[in-house]
T-cell receptor, first 109, second 111 residues
């Protein structure tokens, strides 16, 4: 079993839809949780950072962490074609991060 | 641009050759990380530095791989006797706290 599980998709939605992306993990020591967006052949770009459990909102993006269930989510509201990318969840205890495989999202105009 | 920079962006080499990549972190960041990413996978941790000290190395980092961060500024990652399985994107990230910021990566192709 991988330390971080993420459905690779692909996921295709119409413009304006609400997108839900999820990851599960097995290491209870993880306490820092991040979501990255990666365009093809580019480096990952940090979207959201959450420490421990709870919710965090930034514009159209909301990140949720449920440590009791070892489950994290990213919601994208009013999705745009420019949101089309691969979304990576990442988490760490401290220091090196463990990544999910990434979910490939396409938002169709 | 004050982000993380990596050089070169692309490298094509023949099997058995040595290659070296450079990473320049965000200037005030004391931690620097190297990751490797293959197609369809998330980045995999290789090693990390706090200032000039190499604090952790993954078992993925075979003895053909070596990383340095002299003076706690830029870092180099060297791969000796490259193999076709080394073909990947090599990513560098830096941080001051928990959030890591990535560079554009170096894409290595071993023929």
């Amino acid at each position: 079993q991988k330390e971080v599980e993420q459905d690779p998709g692909p996921l295709s939605v119409p413009e304006g839809a609400i997108v839900s992306l999820n990851c599960t993990y097995s290491n209870s020591a993880f306490q820092y949780f991040m979501w990255y967006r990666q365009y093809s052949r580019k480096g990952p770009e940090l979207l959201m950072y959450t420490y421990s459990s709870g919710n965090k909102e930034d514009g159209r993006f909301t990140a949720q962490v449920d440590k009791s269930s070892k489950y994290i989510s990213l919601f994208i509201r009013d999705s745009q074609p420019s949101d089309s990318a691969t979304y990576l969840c990442a988490m760490s205890a401290y220091g090196d991060m463990r990544f999910g495989a990434g979910t490939r999202l396409t938002v169709k105009p | 641009d004050t982000g993380v920079s990596q050089d070169p962006r692309h490298k094509i080499t023949k099997r058995g050759q040595n290659v070296t990549f450079r990473c320049d972190p965000i200037s005030e960041h004391n931690r620097l990380y190297w990751y490797r990413q293959t197609l369809g996978q998330g980045p995999e941790f290789l090693t990390y530095f706090q200032n000039e000290a190499q604090l952790e190395k993954s078992r993925l980092l075979s003895d053909r791989f070596s990383a340095e961060r002299p003076k706690g500024s830029f870092s180099t990652l060297e791969i000796q006797r490259t193999e076709q399985g080394d073909s990947a994107m090599y990513l560098c990230a830096s941080s001051l706290m928990a959030e890591q910021f990535f560079g554009p990566g170096t894409r290595l192709t071993v023929l």
